[in-house]
């Protein structure tokens, strides 16, 4: 069965410091892997997502991830954190290799990042 | 192109009641799926329909089921509610069935159920 762990409920960081939220995958074969953001009372918004490839992934608002097969983990990265930024991060993974239902997208428990003005 | 359209946002129902949620998925997006946002249990999968097809299910009671029409929009309804139905319900619409590859699934905003 693949999973997703965010080991961090809460990360703070101040206001133009690099941020970093972590993420790692269990999965019995490759893995697709995505990052989403959540702010209040609202859905999900895509960030980026690592399918094959380049190891680094860039993706919306400066946000990027680097995919580390050796240590499965798929952390979220942004070189200079912003206010706006502050929001529920949710890392997801899916394994290219099952089928059927087992196909879905599974979540982490996400992590509340602040950023400090 | 319009994002994924959910409605309503919020719900107010009490136990025993049943509810149907709707959703509109991105136009050319052919599968739909549902998600339960709860802050005990996070974010769980429910079902994905394509093809008007019921293709992946969730650990959930038979309480919970969903539809998808020919134009891919998609209902969920929940039948005898009770308290723990409570959640934020997403819906995720994406390209093609999730069986088929890396697809991104893009999410609605949310209908907001709290059960009385």
């Known amino acids: 069965a693949q999973s997703v762990a965010q080991p961090e409920d809460q990360v703070n960081v101040a206001e133009g410091n690099p941020l970093t939220v972590k993420c790692t995958y269990s999965?019995?074969?490759?893995?697709?892997l995505f990052w989403y953001v959540q702010y209040p009372n609202r859905g999900l918004q895509f960030l980026l997502k690592y399918i094959t490839g380049d190891n680094l992934v860039k993706g919306s608002y400066g946000f990027e991830a680097e995919f580390n097969k050796s240590q499965t983990s798929f952390h979220l990265k942004k070189p200079s954190a912003l206010v706006s930024d502050s929001a529920l991060y949710f890392c997801?993974?899916?394994?290219?290799?099952?089928?059927?239902?087992?196909?879905?997208?599974?979540f982490g428990s996400g992590t509340q990042l602040t950023v400090l003005p | 192109k319009a994002g994924v359209t959910q409605t309503p946002r919020y719900l107010i129902k009490t136990r025993g009641q049943q509810v149907t949620l709707s959703c509109s998925p991105i136009?050319?997006?052919?599968?739909v799926s549902w998600y339960q946002q709860t802050p005990g249990q996070g974010l769980q999968f429910l079902f994905e329909?394509?093809?008007?097809?019921?293709?992946n299910k969730g650990n959930f009671p038979g309480r919970f089921s969903g539809r998808q029409f020919s134009n891919s929009r998609s209902e969920m309804n929940v039948s005898t509610l009770e308290l723990g139905d409570s959640a934020l319900y997403l819906c995720?619409?994406?390209?093609?069935?999730?069986?088929?590859?890396?697809?991104?699934?893009?999410f609605g905003p949310g209908t907001r159920l709290t059960v009385l």
């Open positions: 995720a619409s994406s390209l093609e069935a999730l069986v088929q590859g890396a697809d991104t699934q893009y």
């Open positions: 997801a993974v899916r394994d290219e290799g099952s089928a059927g239902s087992a196909r879905q997208l599974t």
């Open positions: 136009s050319g997006h052919r599968s």
């Open positions: 329909y394509f093809s008007e097809t019921q293709r």
């Open positions: 999965v019995s074969g490759n893995p697709y």
